[in-house]
């Protein structure tokens, strides 16, 4: 017995004398491909089966800053835990005729004949297959799934009639899933945040509010959850939201706001669906209104949250540095130990201009961390790249 204390004991001293380590690589580079200009909206997920699959939107615009652009969803794989890749894939196609948003067409220097793929989310799903939802000229969204590990895709079924009930509480014209990874609770669930406009601000995306739909028979047929985060004077514009399942078996939205308070909204709900708590502001998260990405980590007897967003505003005087409430840089990672309670640890992954992010961990516990970056700020930058890191580096 002795000798057998004494292996585990030498074990577990070699697991946590695990040295910290950080890697970059870029997956997405402006100006590669021609036929794209910008790469904007990254999603990185891993498979039942370990493959990772990171995805984002490319678009064709030269100058980029239109959502209502020609924009195609890309698709990269890698079987080897991020050392090589396929390359780029679009995973995107609805067959038929195509018909701009009405209210895009309102807006200056929108081309009627561009086609928009827009706001792609795909959920890992512990029985191996992978469910992916997108949306069409920010109006039709559809449902398509693989059945191999991300290699092909079932052609796509329109669900769009799964927001209808939710013109009872909010008219919404203008609509978005996600963006990002979403989840599949431990009852089978799939949940997706999504967000609703009625299209007549800006860019045809305010005012906005913030809900879920969700699939209890695997993707098969999609239903209406709560409003989860109204338009009010206190909580401006909620939209791109991220979800957890927390312990509990709960369900903790992260929402990105306008919000005058510059930080991230919370809600959680016991179903992921209904019975919504009231939002309340984390004052540890910053928001310079940019897209977050969050994920669970469970190894070595650890279930942590993972948060990462621009970390970019002025903590501790709780106001935006002056001219910057909105520059998107600093994207940096975060620790909550206590189920989203507090987050002790945040950690710079890009110093400088960087923007949308997303967020997953390998079986290996090796934490991806999948974001945009530029040389100016802006919304978007020259590419997206992926840094690989663990959870060493992450707290030394």
């Given at each position: 017995?002795?000798?057998?204390?004494?292996?585990?004991?030498?074990?577990?001293?070699?697991?946590?004398?695990?040295?910290?380590?950080?890697?970059k690589q870029d997956l997405?580079?402006?100006?590669?491909?021609?036929?794209?200009?910008?790469?904007?909206?990254?999603?990185?997920?891993?498979?039942?089966?370990?493959?990772?699959?990171?995805?984002?939107?490319?678009?064709?615009?030269?100058?980029?800053?239109?959502?209502?652009?020609?924009?195609?969803?890309?698709?990269?794989?890698?079987?080897?835990?991020?050392?090589?890749?396929?390359?780029?894939?679009?995973?995107?196609?609805?067959?038929?005729?195509?018909?701009?948003?009405?209210?895009?067409?309102?807006?200056?220097?929108?081309?009627?004949?561009?086609?928009?793929?827009?706001?792609?989310?795909?959920?890992?799903?512990?029985?191996?297959?992978?469910?992916?939802?997108?949306?069409?000229?920010?109006?039709?969204?559809?449902?398509?799934?693989?059945?191999?590990?991300?290699?092909?895709?079932?052609?796509?079924?329109?669900?769009?009639?799964?927001?209808?009930?939710?013109?009872?509480?909010?008219?919404?014209?203008?609509?978005?899933?996600?963006?990002?990874?979403?989840?599949?609770?431990?009852?089978?669930?799939?949940?997706?945040?999504?967000?609703?406009?009625?299209?007549?601000?800006?860019?045809?995306?305010?005012?906005?509010?913030?809900?879920?739909?969700?699939?209890?028979?695997?993707?098969?047929?999609?239903?209406?959850?709560?409003?989860?985060?109204?338009?009010?004077?206190?909580?401006?514009?909620?939209?791109?939201?991220?979800?957890?399942?927390?312990?509990?078996?709960?369900?903790?939205?992260?929402?990105?706001?306008?919000?005058?308070?510059?930080?991230?909204?919370?809600?959680?709900?016991?179903?992921?669906?209904?019975?919504?708590?009231?939002?309340?502001?984390?004052?540890?998260?910053?928001?310079?209104?940019?897209?977050?990405?969050?994920?669970?980590?469970?190894?070595?007897?650890?279930?942590?949250?993972?948060?990462?967003?621009?970390?970019?505003?002025?903590?501790?005087?709780?106001?935006?540095?002056?001219?910057?409430?909105?520059?998107?840089?600093?994207?940096?990672?975060?620790?909550?130990?206590?189920?989203?309670?507090?987050?002790?640890?945040?950690?710079?992954?890009?110093?400088?201009?960087?923007?949308?992010?997303?967020?997953?961990?390998?079986?290996?516990?090796?934490?991806?961390?999948?974001?945009?970056?530029?040389?100016k700020p802006g919304f978007?930058?020259?590419?997206?790249?992926?840094?690989?890191?663990?959870?060493?580096?992450?707290?030394?």
């Open positions: 017995m002795k000798l057998a204390y004494v292996i585990i004991f030498a074990l577990s001293g070699l697991l946590a004398a695990a040295e910290p380590f950080m890697e997405f580079t402006a100006g590669e491909d021609p036929a794209y200009n910008i790469y904007h909206i990254p999603g990185i997920v891993v498979t039942a089966k370990g493959s990772l699959l990171a995805w984002c939107e490319a678009r064709k615009r030269p100058a980029g800053v239109s959502d209502w652009d020609d924009i195609r969803i890309l698709l990269r794989r890698s079987t080897d835990d991020g050392k090589t890749w396929s390359a780029p894939k679009s995973i995107a196609n609805v067959e038929g005729p195509k018909q701009k948003n009405p209210f895009a067409l309102k807006m200056k220097n929108v081309d009627p004949n561009d086609v928009t793929y827009n706001n792609p989310v795909l959920i890992a799903d512990k029985d191996g297959a992978v469910h992916m939802l997108f949306c069409l000229e920010y109006e039709r969204v559809f449902y398509q799934r693989s059945d191999d590990d991300g290699v092909s895709w079932s052609q796509p079924s329109e669900i769009t009639a799964a927001f209808e009930p939710f013109k009872k509480h909010y008219d919404w014209k203008v609509l978005a899933t996600g963006p990002n990874h979403s989840i599949q609770l431990k009852t089978g669930r799939l949940v997706v945040p999504v967000w609703l406009s009625t299209g007549t601000g800006g860019n045809a995306h305010r005012p906005s509010v913030t809900a879920t739909i969700y699939s209890d028979d695997q993707g098969k047929t999609w239903k209406a959850g709560d409003i989860a985060v109204p338009c009010t004077e206190e909580w401006i514009n909620p939209n791109e939201t991220v979800a957890i399942e927390l312990n509990d078996g709960s369900v903790m939205l992260n929402v990105r706001s306008e919000s005058k308070a510059h930080r991230r909204l919370v809600t959680t709900s016991k179903d992921g669906a209904t019975g919504w708590s009231r939002p309340k502001f984390d004052a540890a998260l910053l928001e310079p209104i940019c897209m977050g990405g969050i994920v669970r980590y469970n190894h070595g007897g650890q279930s942590l949250i993972l948060f990462s967003n621009p970390h970019n505003l002025d903590k501790e005087k709780g106001k935006a540095e002056p001219g910057q409430s909105r520059d998107r840089k600093n994207v940096s990672v975060k620790i909550s130990r206590d189920e989203g309670q507090t987050w002790p640890v945040n950690k710079l992954i890009e110093n400088g201009p960087s923007m949308y992010s997303d967020i997953a961990v390998t079986p290996s516990g090796a934490i991806l961390c999948f974001y945009g970056r530029g040389t978007a930058g020259v590419g997206l790249t992926l840094a690989r890191f663990n959870l060493e580096w992450l707290e030394q």
